[in-house]
């Protein structure tokens, strides 16, 4: 059974940096690309960003390009999610996922099979 688990969420204040992490159990992590998401509230659940299985190849919405970074250590089976220059904007619900295994990165919520069940991130201006 896989399990995802989000750690790392808070309470900071806009420029603030906080670092997400997704410990994943139960699957052979090397063999899946993984995304996170999030929600704020009243809105749809959005890509944020993603790292492939295979080559380790990043992908960002553009509303957190050169912000964020997302990596990954497969000998922790783990992934994280840094992200600087914080803004209110940025507050939601953040949720890690894994699609099929050996599957490219997706970027809507449909092409994930597993999911956690999200780290609050709370922006203050």
């Known amino acids: 059974q896989v399990q995802l688990v989000e750690s790392g969420g808070g309470l900071v204040q806009a420029g603030d940096s906080l670092r997400l992490s997704c410990a994943a159990s139960?699957?052979?992590?090397?063999?899946?690309?993984m995304g996170w998401f999030r929600q704020a509230p009243g809105k749809e659940r959005e890509f944020v960003a993603g790292?492939?299985?295979?080559?380790?190849?990043?992908y960002y919405a553009d509303s957190v390009k050169a912000r964020f970074t997302i990596s990954r250590d497969n000998a922790k089976n783990t992934v994280y999610l840094q992200m600087n220059s914080l803004k209110p904007e940025d507050t939601a619900v953040y949720y890690c996922?894994?699609?099929?295994?050996?599957?490219?990165?997706?970027?809507?919520?449909?092409?994930?099979?597993?999911w956690g069940q999200g780290t609050q991130v709370t922006v203050s201006s």
């Open positions: 996922a894994a699609p099929s295994p050996y599957r490219g990165v997706q970027t809507t919520p449909l092409g994930y099979n597993s």
């Open positions: 790292i492939s299985w295979s080559r380790g190849t990043t």
């Open positions: 139960g699957l052979p992590f090397s063999r899946y690309s």
